[in-house]
């Protein structure tokens, strides 16, 4: 919206700084961040005269039993913040304002609608497990749809850009929208199991998305792309603008989700922020370093996936103390602070590890 003040630059000459994406990236990271700050407090009391509580496993680590009653769906005060960042910084009429911002608000409802059984109605299974796994599957399915008929780059439509490598390109043909399909679906649930100590899933995040807003950058702008050797992508420097929004977003629910958290994310953030930032990785045509900037995510996913997979094949014996693996070092010794500072290390090497491809091609 704040984008056509550059339109009155002959008026007022100051104007046109709102038509650089670099400028309206601040604006947006420093709009969201703000309004996570101003919000917060009160939706922390609102939650907590509620009685919007989280409930802590038995079976768990002794110490998060003093968890036990946080306000929790403090995904919310992302979501609200990252929607109003968007709006106001982004481009109306970039098309991909509109795919993040539908991908945004469908994945939330669901996470919303999971969290508001478990924790409004004190329904302890919450939405039905297939009814939330069908409704991820639409989305991606809608997503990809919509990457068929109007692709990032029509000459790159079902092709796969291998990283590290000068101009490698793998065509997947139809298998691609599988691909992308299990991306969304598959992140989304990453990023909901990750959330399990205080300023781990924000923190990483993060990461992730700053990663993810520089490739968006030099993928959209003409001249970087071709020094780069990446896929150009019209239009794609303004998902910088929604990504700083989103970390700003994160920056201010840290604020308040630092050990010791005052609030959780609930699934009404995490679903959604595991999703967008697959739907990011396709847009930008980037898709196989999402498995490297999400590392810790899918470290998190495996170590659930062969926890379960132990437990049924070998009799009940378990590979780790606790799954997801944040939980084996906490048992292991290692207080929770230490652990997601070090988890944020790991995330922040192979944020750099990922952008080095820019340049090892």
Not at 31 to 36: A, F, I, K, P
Not at 208 to 216: E, R, S
């Given at each position: 919206m704040l984008y056509y003040l550059h339109l009155y630059r002959d008026a007022f000459g100051p104007l046109n700084v709102f038509q650089y994406i670099t400028f309206r990236a601040g604006g947006a990271a420093v709009t969201s961040l703000g309004l996570c700050l101003l919000l917060g407090p009160s939706l922390i009391r609102s939650l907590r005269a509620r009685k919007v509580g989280q409930m802590q496993r038995a079976d768990g680590p002794q110490s998060h039993l003093s968890k036990?009653?946080?306000?929790?769906?403090?995904?919310?005060?992302?979501?609200?913040?990252?929607?109003?960042?968007?709006?106001?910084?982004m481009r109306p009429d970039n098309r991909f304002t509109w795919l993040l911002l539908s991908v945004t608000?469908?994945?939330?409802?669901i996470g919303f609608w999971d969290d508001y059984l478990k924790l409004i109605k004190k329904d302890a299974k919450g939405a039905p497990s297939r009814a939330k796994f069908l409704i991820q599957v639409l989305v991606g399915l809608g997503v990809t749809t919509y990457l068929a008929v109007r692709p990032p780059n029509g000459s790159f439509a079902t092709m796969l850009n291998i990283p590290y490598g000068k101009e490698l390109f793998i065509d997947l043909g139809v298998?691609?929208?599988?691909?992308?399909v299990i991306m969304i679906v598959g992140s989304s649930n990453a990023v909901n199991l990750t959330d399990g100590l205080d300023g781990l899933a924000a923190g990483t995040v993060m990461f992730c998305a700053l990663a993810y807003a520089v490739l968006a950058y030099t993928s959209g702008n003409v001249k970087l792309a071709y020094y780069?050797?990446?896929?150009h992508v019209e239009g794609a420097g303004e998902i910088a603008v929604y990504l700083a929004g989103l970390i700003g977003a994160c920056l201010g629910f840290l604020w308040f989700n630092a050990?010791?958290?005052?609030?959780?994310?609930?699934?009404?953030?995490s679903l959604f922020l595991g999703g967008v930032i697959a739907v990011v990785a396709m847009c930008v045509k980037q898709e196989l370093l999402l498995p490297i900037i999400g590392g810790v995510f899918v470290l998190e996913t495996l170590s659930v996936i062969l926890q379960m997979a132990s437990f049924k094949l070998r009799g009940g014996k378990r590979i780790f103390r606790m799954?997801?693996?944040?939980?084996?070092?906490?048992?292991?010794?290692l207080a929770e602070p230490k652990v997601t500072v070090r988890f944020w290390i790991v995330s922040i090497i192979l944020m750099l590890a990922a952008l080095a491809s820019l340049k090892l091609r």
């Amino acid at each position: 919206m704040l984008y056509y003040l550059h339109l009155y630059r002959d008026a007022f000459g100051p104007l046109n700084v709102f038509q650089y994406i670099t400028f309206r990236a601040g604006g947006a990271a420093v709009t969201s961040l703000g309004l996570c700050l101003l919000l917060g407090p009160s939706l922390i009391r609102s939650l907590r005269a509620r009685k919007v509580g989280q409930m802590q496993r038995a079976d768990g680590p002794q110490s998060h039993l003093s968890k036990h009653g946080t306000p929790t769906m403090g995904g919310a005060l992302i979501f609200l913040a990252v929607v109003a960042s968007t709006l106001l910084w982004m481009r109306p009429d970039n098309r991909f304002t509109w795919l993040l911002l539908s991908v945004t608000m469908c994945l939330t409802a669901i996470g919303f609608w999971d969290d508001y059984l478990k924790l409004i109605k004190k329904d302890a299974k919450g939405a039905p497990s297939r009814a939330k796994f069908l409704i991820q599957v639409l989305v991606g399915l809608g997503v990809t749809t919509y990457l068929a008929v109007r692709p990032p780059n029509g000459s790159f439509a079902t092709m796969l850009n291998i990283p590290y490598g000068k101009e490698l390109f793998i065509d997947l043909g139809v298998m691609y929208f599988a691909l992308c399909v299990i991306m969304i679906v598959g992140s989304s649930n990453a990023v909901n199991l990750t959330d399990g100590l205080d300023g781990l899933a924000a923190g990483t995040v993060m990461f992730c998305a700053l990663a993810y807003a520089v490739l968006a950058y030099t993928s959209g702008n003409v001249k970087l792309a071709y020094y780069l050797r990446i896929i150009h992508v019209e239009g794609a420097g303004e998902i910088a603008v929604y990504l700083a929004g989103l970390i700003g977003a994160c920056l201010g629910f840290l604020w308040f989700n630092a050990y010791p958290a005052q609030i959780f994310m609930g699934d009404t953030g995490s679903l959604f922020l595991g999703g967008v930032i697959a739907v990011v990785a396709m847009c930008v045509k980037q898709e196989l370093l999402l498995p490297i900037i999400g590392g810790v995510f899918v470290l998190e996913t495996l170590s659930v996936i062969l926890q379960m997979a132990s437990f049924k094949l070998r009799g009940g014996k378990r590979i780790f103390r606790m799954a997801p693996i944040h939980h084996h070092f906490e048992l292991g010794g290692l207080a929770e602070p230490k652990v997601t500072v070090r988890f944020w290390i790991v995330s922040i090497i192979l944020m750099l590890a990922a952008l080095a491809s820019l340049k090892l091609r």
